[in-house]
Nanobody, 126 residues
Framework: QVQLVESGGGLVQAGGSLRLSCAASGRTFSPFAMGWFRQAPGKEREFVAAISGSGGTTYYADSVKGRSTISRVNAKNTVYLQMDSLKPEDTAVYYC???????????????????WGQGTQVTVSS
């Protein structure tokens, strides 16, 4: 079982940047596909980005494409989400998730991941 802990959230002005981190422990990290999701108050959880175990394939939601970069350093058991040009509508709790299987984008967007972190709050002020 993999345990996940997110960090790096906070309050930032519109147009600013944040880098979220998700540290994994408990099992070998590199085979796991990793994803970032977010949930704003009163809204359903939505997909943000996903990355394959090797880091060679990534997927992004249209809402963050071009403004965000998902990456991973397997030697550090950590996945990152760099978010630039932040907008107030990016305000949400951000969750990372892990799953043994990396599949097509449609699969990775569905949120059917084995393990989830507790989330980190991102607030973007206008």
């Amino acid at each position: 079982q993999v345990q996940l802990v997110e960090s790096g959230g906070g309050l930032v002005q519109a147009g600013g940047s944040l880098r979220l981190s998700c540290a994994a422990s408990g099992r070998t990290f590199s085979p796991f596909a990793m994803g970032w999701f977010r949930q704003a108050p009163g809204k359903e959880r939505e997909f943000v980005a996903a990355i394959s175990g090797s880091g060679g394939t990534t997927y992004y939601a249209d809402s963050v494409k071009g403004r965000s970069t998902i990456s991973r350093v397997n030697a550090k058991n950590t996945v990152y989400l760099q978010m630039d040009s932040l907008k107030p509508e990016d305000t949400a709790v951000y969750y990372c998730a892990a799953d043994p299987t990396f599949g097509p984008a449609a699969n990775m967007r569905r949120g059917e991941y084995l393990t989830w972190g507790q989330g980190t709050q991102v607030t973007v002020s206008s």
